[in-house]
């Protein structure tokens, strides 16, 4: 395959410089080009089609989201979405997703070179999985961190454990990244105000996990909110991990609720959809059913194999509803899953759980 082509649209000459050299300094992704509005952007997509885009909200002439549905509208494209790190900017952003940004990238209002640079390794695989993306409407030396496992948070199991006795308290545990916004109003919005309890890691940055949450609990017959240390897990409740922390599954007697935690990045990212797996199968084994969705990269596929290893049902988003066929794909090549199943079936299993 040849490079990833990137046209990079930011009011911002420093920002255009910094995005340019940090992609450029991956062998896999060129620039095609940089504008710093919409109508300059648009000239050079009458050229050349890039592969991605990467797309400031707040620019002059008209705003990234106008740019965005005028995009997915008339020729679609995927759109990496760039913004500063506000709450206000979140609500912004979910507007974003929802017209058709497949990734955000978040820069600080100061010190934004030196933020890039440190987050290039995360900014590069956000464009190769925009790359990858199945839009449906609705190399040089680069120092890559130590990808880290679940162990850093929680100790692997030990040899010969047992997974717990089957309860009457079933709880579900949500992995996603890469599209997995979109695909999770799909499932959250089709469960019943009595479903079974819900803990999701879908990645994203912090503070807008909290907007996601909002923006869910609004659509949805369930309560759904960001999680915070201590929180039970509650029929017809759904828990989403928030940004930039790990939150483990726990039990004290037949109750459950969540440990949200600081700690070093796991399979690169903070929340874990690892953690959250190898954490309900040590604390739920056989009561839980553990799902895992749309997204790039690996995070969640070795924690989906523990949570069947202990008895839990576990359950792959299929490719032909995936954004991002990753996430699943290597789940599934590990037999993790039990089933691989579309979007569209998954609320459905959640609700036949209690049955189980």
């Not at 079974?196 to 996601?212: D, I, K, R, W, Y």
């Not at 796991?266 to 056989?286: E, I, K, N, Q, T």
């Not at 490719?319 to 079936?345: S, Y």
């Amino acid at each position: 395959m040849g490079k990833i082509r990137v046209l990079i649209v930011d009011d911002s000459a420093s920002v255009r410089q910094a995005l340019n050299d940090v992609l450029s300094a991956d062998p896999g992704i060129e620039v095609i080009g940089t504008a710093g509005d919409p109508y300059a952007a648009a000239r050079i997509i009458q050229n050349e089609i890039p592969d991605v885009i990467t797309l400031d909200v707040e620019m002059p002439r008209m705003d990234g989201i106008s740019f965005l549905r005028k995009i997915m509208s008339q020729r679609p494209i995927p759109v990496v979405m760039c913004s500063s790190l506000t709450e206000e900017g979140s609500q912004t952003l979910m507007q974003a997703l929802e017209a058709g940004a497949v990734d955000i990238i978040l820069k600080p209002k100061m010190g934004t070179r030196q933020f890039l640079e440190d987050s290039a390794v995360n900014i590069r695989e956000s464009i190769k999985a925009a790359a990858a993306a199945q839009l449906r409407k609705l190399p040089a030396r680069m120092t890559v961190a130590k990808k880290l496992s679940a162990d850093v948070i929680m100790p692997p199991p030990s040899p010969g454990s047992r997974a717990m006795a089957r309860t009457t308290e079933k709880i579900v545990c949500i992995g996603a990244s890469t599209g997995g916004t979109e695909s999770l109003r799909v499932v959250i919005e089709a469960l019943p105000a009595d479903s079974p309890g819900v803990v999701v890691v879908q990645h994203m940055p912090e503070l807008f996990t909290a907007s996601f949450a909002k923006r869910l609990d609004g659509l949805s017959k369930v309560t759904v909110k960001e999680a915070q240390d201590g929180d039970p897990v509650l029929r017809g409740h759904v828990l989403i991990a928030p940004g930039n922390r790990h939150t483990l599954l726990q039990r004290s007697g037949a109750r459950y609720h969540v440990s949200v935690q600081d700690g070093p990045l796991v399979s690169r990212h903070r929340p874990s959809v690892d953690v959250l797996f190898r954490s309900a199968a040590r604390f739920a084994g056989s009561n839980a059913l553990g799902i895992i969705m749309t997204g790039m990269g690996d995070d969640g596929a070795k924690g989906l194999l523990e949570m069947r290893d202990a008895g839990a049902a576990t359950i792959a988003q299929n490719e032909e509803t995936c954004v991002v066929f990753g996430m699943p794909k290597e789940a599934i090549a590990l037999g993790a899953a039990d089933r691989i199943l579309p979007l569209d079936l998954l609320a459905t299993e959640i609700r036949r759980i209690d049955s189980h």
